[in-house]
């Protein structure tokens, strides 16, 4: 069984250097942490949830600084996989005009397989997020 614990850090970003290596310590094999820092958490508008079709602004990096995509509006239905899995459970939850920076895990990105020529297999991936618009679920 897999296990991913998502950690928001507002208001906590001064206990993740002591909650982290508890949590890694845990007799959990499986655990997998997704730490999402909420520098704009609430937003204005209404929540992201499984179901609605979103519209978010996205830039993303390899975690060696690289551009592997440059800020442009991208929409997608949550919850049915048009998107990578850290970027979807980063949205989740999130208010219209929220912002988050995201460190994704590659097993919630694009694991062994990499993207040829851009993304290098095992690939741990940084993502600036801003939830434009939520479509709710008729």
Do not use: W
């Not at 001064?14 to 704009?40: C, G, H, M, R, T």
């Not at 998107?83 to 694991?111: C, D, F, Q, T």
Request: charged share 25%; proline share 6%; net charge neutral.
């Amino acid at each position: 069984m897999r296990i991913t614990l998502i950690l928001p850090t507002l208001n906590e970003a001064e206990n993740l250097s002591k909650l982290v290596p508890v949590l890694l310590a845990l007799p959990l094999p499986e655990l997998k942490l997704l730490i999402v820092d909420d520098l704009s958490p609430d937003g204005s508008g209404a929540v992201a949830e499984k179901g609605d079709t979103v519209s978010f602004e996205c830039t993303g990096y390899l975690s060696r600084g690289d551009c592997i995509q440059e800020r442009r509006l991208e929409t997608a239905t949550l919850g049915k996989r048009e998107i990578i899995a850290g970027i979807e459970k980063s949205l989740i939850g999130m208010r219209e005009g929220g912002y988050r920076k995201v460190r994704i895990s590659p097993h919630l990105a694009y694991g062994a397989s990499g993207v040829q020529g851009r993304i290098p297999p095992n690939a741990v991936l940084n993502y600036e997020l801003t939830l434009v618009s939520v479509q709710k679920d008729s």
